[in-house]
Protein backbone atom coordinates (compact mmCIF):
# COMPACT_ATOMS: atom_id res chain seq x y z
CA UNK A 1 0.00 0.00 0.00
CA UNK A 2 1.30 3.42 -1.16
CA UNK A 3 1.36 6.56 0.91
CA UNK A 4 1.01 10.03 -0.08
CA UNK A 5 1.85 13.65 0.51
CA UNK A 6 0.69 17.15 -0.35
CA UNK A 7 2.62 19.83 -0.88
CA UNK A 8 2.92 23.72 -1.68
CA UNK A 9 5.36 24.95 -3.66
CA UNK A 10 5.50 29.51 -3.56
CA UNK A 11 7.80 31.20 -6.27
CA UNK A 12 9.05 34.49 -6.00
CA UNK A 13 9.28 35.54 -9.42
CA UNK A 14 6.32 34.09 -11.27
CA UNK A 15 7.96 34.18 -14.57
CA UNK A 16 9.86 30.79 -13.29
CA UNK A 17 6.75 28.78 -12.80
CA UNK A 18 7.16 26.55 -16.31
CA UNK A 19 10.50 25.76 -14.75
CA UNK A 20 9.19 24.64 -11.56
CA UNK A 21 6.58 22.98 -12.48
CA UNK A 22 8.77 21.04 -14.87
CA UNK A 23 11.36 19.95 -11.85
CA UNK A 24 8.10 18.91 -9.98
CA UNK A 25 6.81 16.78 -12.60
CA UNK A 26 9.24 14.09 -12.30
CA UNK A 27 8.49 13.43 -8.87
CA UNK A 28 4.58 14.50 -8.43
CA UNK A 29 1.57 11.80 -8.88
CA UNK A 30 -0.80 15.34 -9.29
CA UNK A 31 0.24 19.05 -9.11
CA UNK A 32 -1.84 22.10 -9.86
CA UNK A 33 -0.53 25.69 -10.16
CA UNK A 34 -2.40 28.16 -8.88
CA UNK A 35 -1.83 31.83 -7.11
CA UNK A 36 -0.87 33.10 -4.02
CA UNK A 37 -2.77 36.61 -3.81
CA UNK A 38 -5.43 34.15 -1.24
CA UNK A 39 -2.67 34.04 0.95
CA UNK A 40 -0.92 37.46 0.38
CA UNK A 41 -4.02 39.72 0.47
CA UNK A 42 -6.26 40.62 3.34
CA UNK A 43 -8.47 41.86 0.52
CA UNK A 44 -9.91 40.99 -2.99
CA UNK A 45 -7.53 41.92 -5.75
CA UNK A 46 -8.67 42.51 -9.49
CA UNK A 47 -8.01 38.71 -11.07
CA UNK A 48 -6.07 40.78 -14.08
CA UNK A 49 -3.48 41.38 -11.85
CA UNK A 50 -3.57 37.77 -10.73
CA UNK A 51 -0.41 35.37 -11.61
CA UNK A 52 0.26 31.59 -10.70
CA UNK A 53 2.74 31.42 -8.53
CA UNK A 54 1.85 28.83 -6.47
CA UNK A 55 2.02 24.78 -6.95
CA UNK A 56 0.14 22.55 -4.95
CA UNK A 57 1.17 19.05 -5.79
CA UNK A 58 1.54 15.57 -4.05
CA UNK A 59 4.21 12.88 -4.31
CA UNK A 60 3.38 9.50 -3.57
CA UNK A 61 5.79 6.43 -2.72
CA UNK A 62 5.73 2.62 -1.18
CA UNK A 63 6.49 3.86 2.27
CA UNK A 64 7.64 6.60 4.42
CA UNK A 65 11.32 6.89 3.79
CA UNK A 66 11.21 6.60 0.05
CA UNK A 67 8.96 9.59 -0.21
CA UNK A 68 11.65 11.49 2.40
CA UNK A 69 14.46 10.29 -0.15
CA UNK A 70 11.60 11.26 -3.18
CA UNK A 71 11.27 14.76 -1.42
CA UNK A 72 15.44 15.32 -0.81
CA UNK A 73 15.77 14.62 -4.69
CA UNK A 74 13.12 16.93 -5.62
CA UNK A 75 14.61 19.85 -3.08
CA UNK A 76 18.08 19.02 -4.45
CA UNK A 77 16.84 19.53 -8.17
CA UNK A 78 14.74 22.55 -7.41
CA UNK A 79 17.69 24.40 -5.02
CA UNK A 80 19.49 24.12 -9.50
CA UNK A 81 16.94 26.05 -10.60
CA UNK A 82 17.53 30.29 -10.47
CA UNK A 83 14.59 31.22 -7.93
CA UNK A 84 13.73 31.58 -4.12
CA UNK A 85 10.79 29.40 -3.36
CA UNK A 86 9.49 28.30 -0.30
CA UNK A 87 8.48 24.95 0.17
CA UNK A 88 5.58 23.88 2.83
CA UNK A 89 4.21 20.03 3.93
CA UNK A 90 0.52 21.02 3.39
CA UNK A 91 -0.66 18.72 5.93
CA UNK A 92 2.16 19.22 9.21
CA UNK A 93 2.62 23.35 8.04
CA UNK A 94 5.85 22.50 8.09
CA UNK A 95 8.13 24.63 6.01
CA UNK A 96 10.98 22.59 4.11
CA UNK A 97 12.60 25.41 2.34
CA UNK A 98 12.01 29.08 3.01
CA UNK A 99 13.33 32.39 1.67
CA UNK A 100 15.90 33.70 3.62
CA UNK A 101 15.94 36.92 3.17
CA UNK A 102 12.45 38.67 2.56
CA UNK A 103 9.86 41.21 3.88
CA UNK A 104 6.97 43.73 3.27
CA UNK A 105 6.47 47.16 2.58
CA UNK A 106 3.26 48.53 4.09
CA UNK A 107 2.40 51.96 2.02
CA UNK A 108 0.31 53.75 4.48
CA UNK A 109 -2.40 56.96 3.65
CA UNK A 110 -2.70 58.40 7.07
CA UNK A 111 -1.35 61.59 6.69
CA UNK A 112 -2.79 62.20 3.13
CA UNK A 113 -5.30 64.73 2.72
CA UNK A 114 -6.30 64.44 -1.21
CA UNK A 115 -4.64 61.71 -3.08
CA UNK A 116 -2.48 62.92 -6.32
CA UNK A 117 -3.30 61.74 -9.39
CA UNK A 118 -1.34 58.71 -10.34
CA UNK A 119 -0.39 57.35 -7.04
CA UNK A 120 -1.71 54.29 -7.43
CA UNK A 121 -0.33 53.78 -10.92
CA UNK A 122 3.29 54.44 -9.76
CA UNK A 123 2.71 52.43 -6.61
CA UNK A 124 1.71 49.24 -8.75
CA UNK A 125 4.73 50.20 -10.78
CA UNK A 126 6.53 49.33 -7.68
CA UNK A 127 5.04 46.06 -6.97
CA UNK A 128 6.55 44.23 -10.01
CA UNK A 129 9.54 46.05 -9.91
CA UNK A 130 12.66 43.40 -9.90
CA UNK A 131 16.52 44.19 -10.08
CA UNK A 132 19.91 42.34 -9.56
CA UNK A 133 19.29 42.87 -6.15
CA UNK A 134 15.90 41.43 -5.64
CA UNK A 135 12.33 40.93 -6.14
CA UNK A 136 9.01 42.92 -5.67
CA UNK A 137 5.75 41.05 -5.60
CA UNK A 138 2.08 42.81 -5.03
CA UNK A 139 -1.38 43.12 -5.97
CA UNK A 140 -4.12 45.21 -6.91
CA UNK A 141 -6.83 45.68 -4.47
CA UNK A 142 -10.88 45.60 -6.26
CA UNK A 143 -11.40 49.06 -4.12
CA UNK A 144 -9.37 52.21 -3.89
CA UNK A 145 -10.34 55.84 -3.31
CA UNK A 146 -11.03 57.98 -6.26
CA UNK A 147 -7.67 60.20 -6.82
CA UNK A 148 -8.10 63.90 -6.70
CA UNK A 149 -10.62 63.30 -3.79
CA UNK A 150 -10.33 64.05 -0.30
CA UNK A 151 -9.57 60.81 1.52
CA UNK A 152 -9.46 62.06 5.24
CA UNK A 153 -13.45 60.84 6.52
CA UNK A 154 -11.62 57.33 4.40
CA UNK A 155 -10.34 54.37 6.43
CA UNK A 156 -7.72 53.33 3.72
CA UNK A 157 -6.01 50.11 3.11
CA UNK A 158 -2.69 50.06 3.17
CA UNK A 159 -0.98 48.91 -0.28
CA UNK A 160 1.57 46.02 0.61
CA UNK A 161 4.54 44.88 -1.81
CA UNK A 162 6.49 41.55 -0.49
CA UNK A 163 9.89 41.90 -1.03
CA UNK A 164 12.84 39.32 -1.31
CA UNK A 165 16.43 39.45 -2.10
CA UNK A 166 19.86 36.85 -1.53
CA UNK A 167 21.21 38.75 1.01
CA UNK A 168 20.12 40.61 4.11
CA UNK A 169 22.04 43.49 2.61
CA UNK A 170 20.23 43.69 -0.93
CA UNK A 171 16.62 43.24 1.18
CA UNK A 172 17.86 46.36 3.31
CA UNK A 173 19.34 48.25 -0.36
CA UNK A 174 15.68 47.15 -1.78
CA UNK A 175 13.82 48.53 1.40
CA UNK A 176 15.74 51.72 0.93
CA UNK A 177 14.46 51.82 -2.87
CA UNK A 178 11.35 51.15 -2.43
CA UNK A 179 10.91 54.08 0.77
CA UNK A 180 13.01 56.62 -1.63
CA UNK A 181 10.53 55.91 -4.80
CA UNK A 182 7.09 56.04 -2.46
CA UNK A 183 8.49 59.14 -1.08
CA UNK A 184 8.92 60.38 -4.54
CA UNK A 185 5.14 59.56 -5.34
CA UNK A 186 3.63 61.62 -1.61
CA UNK A 187 5.86 63.03 0.80
CA UNK A 188 3.29 61.95 3.21
CA UNK A 189 3.33 58.47 2.17
CA UNK A 190 4.31 56.34 5.26
CA UNK A 191 6.67 53.21 4.77
CA UNK A 192 6.27 50.24 7.01
CA UNK A 193 8.78 47.45 6.70
CA UNK A 194 8.42 44.28 7.97
CA UNK A 195 11.29 41.54 7.99
CA UNK A 196 10.75 37.65 7.50
CA UNK A 197 12.82 34.74 7.87
CA UNK A 198 15.48 37.42 9.77
CA UNK A 199 19.08 35.39 10.57
CA UNK A 200 19.41 34.82 14.42
Same mark, same amino acid.
Given at each position: ???????????????????????????????????????????????????????????????????????? $????? +??? /??????? %??? *????? #?????????????????????????????????????????????????????????????????????? $????? +??? /??????? %??? *????? #????????????
Amino acid at each position: MSIKRNYILGIINDRTILEFEGVISNYASMSTASSSHMYFSKQPVDSGEISQDVIFFQIESENESKLDEKVK $DLISQ +LNE /LEGDYVL %RDD *ETGEM #LVTVRYGGQIAIKFDKIKTLKQGTFKKIDDLKTFNADFGYCKGFKPNFRPIEGNSIEDLDVNPEVIYITA $DSSEN +LLK /LRDFLTD %RVK *EIDSD #LEVEFTWFFKDE
